[in-house]
């Protein structure tokens, strides 16, 4: 089934590149007091957003239950909770900022980019409880995490400990590590231990070939080649996308991403060749809206929006 078709019909199969830049510092009261006879039904609020009493005292419970063979208290796992959802919502609140949204029902996957440098820059020092949180919200969808070590052994203890985090987990694996040294060997290593990986920054054919021969042909993997970065560079990406499709059908269970996508132009460019996934931001996704909308009226819609900058701007000659 196309990736058109998915949009229009059922929801598109697409992994979502989420972007942070920053967060906001805030501060809210720890822990769950008591409201006396009062019934509560919000525990307190992010940035207008509610943080809901009976969907946090489920996700204590699984806590309780998660932590209960470490001695771990109720008490200290209620501000341990708390954190993690005022963590959560000002991610949230920092993505649709900047015109990001994570909970839609079009996408089918979430893929976390440069993790390292955005949990940095919002103030989340533990990735792996952060990462953890956003799987209890993302059960049903693929997510990709990274590995962030520049040594193939460190980064394959990483991606181990990494892929025990989550059925739906798969982990980003570079196609080299910073010194030029290809992972295919690290790529064979994972795969054939059952890990679901993400091979990513890859941008010629011989690095496609060589990741789909590494790759294990009964572990879904996704081999993520980024098209958007290719183009520019001045090279037009179809063709090579094209054949990264065609070598990539050698192993049934492997899929093709099309990442860093430029425009809406290129999803419909991604089907035509079959690509099976596309990263898209949500500047993308709110253009969907325009396909097919007549052009005389676009033409016109144009006309209006400079003559109301123009007024807006107050220029006179």
Do not use: R
């Given at each position: 089934m196309s990736i058109i078709q998915n949009i229009r019909d059922k929801g598109a199969w697409i992994i979502f590149t989420i972007i942070v830049i920053a967060l906001i510092a805030f501060v809210l009261q720890d822990g769950i007091g008591k409201q006396g006879n009062t019934t509560v039904t919000d525990l307190g609020t992010v940035n207008g957003v509610s943080i809901n009493k009976i969907n946090f005292e489920e996700k204590l419970e699984i806590q309780v239950q998660n932590y209960a063979s470490q001695g771990i208290k109720r008490e200290q796992l209620i501000g341990f909770l708390w954190n993690q959802e005022v963590d959560r919502l000002l991610y949230i609140n920092e993505q649709e900022k900047l015109g990001i949204t994570v909970a839609t029902p079009?996408?089918?996957?979430?893929?976390?980019?440069?993790?390292?440098?955005l949990m940095k820059k919002a103030g989340i020092k533990d990735y792996e409880a952060f990462a953890k949180d956003i799987l209890l919200e993302v059960k049903d969808k693929s997510i990709s995490f990274e590995v962030f070590s520049d040594d193939l052994?460190?980064?394959?203890?990483?991606?181990?400990?990494?892929?025990?985090?989550?059925?739906?987990?798969?982990?980003?694996?570079?196609?080299?590590?910073?010194?030029?040294?290809?992972t295919y060997s690290l790529i064979k290593k994972l795969s054939d231990k059952g890990v679901k990986v993400n091979v990513t920054a890859i941008m010629t054919l011989e690095q496609v070939r060589d990741v789909v021969l590494n790759l294990n042909q009964n572990v879904p993997s996704y081999v993520s080649v980024f098209a958007g970065r290719i183009a520019d560079t001045g090279v037009d990406p179809v063709p090579l996308m094209s054949a990264a499709v065609q070598i990539t059908s050698m192993n049934s269970k492997a899929e093709v991403i099309w990442a860093s996508p430029r425009e809406l132009l290129n999803v419909f460019q991604a089907d035509e060749i079959g690509c099976q996934i596309i990263t898209v931001t949500n500047d993308i996704l709110k253009k969907l809206e325009l396909v097919d909308y007549d052009l005389s009226s676009y033409s016109l819609d144009t006309v209006k929006m400079f003559y109301n900058d123009a007024v807006s701007a107050g220029f006179k000659i």
């Open positions: 079009i996408l089918n996957g979430l893929d976390i980019e440069q993790v390292s440098e052994d460190e980064m394959e203890k990483q991606a181990l400990k990494i892929a025990t985090w989550g059925e739906n987990v798969y982990v980003k694996i570079p196609i080299t590590n910073t010194k030029g040294i290809p």
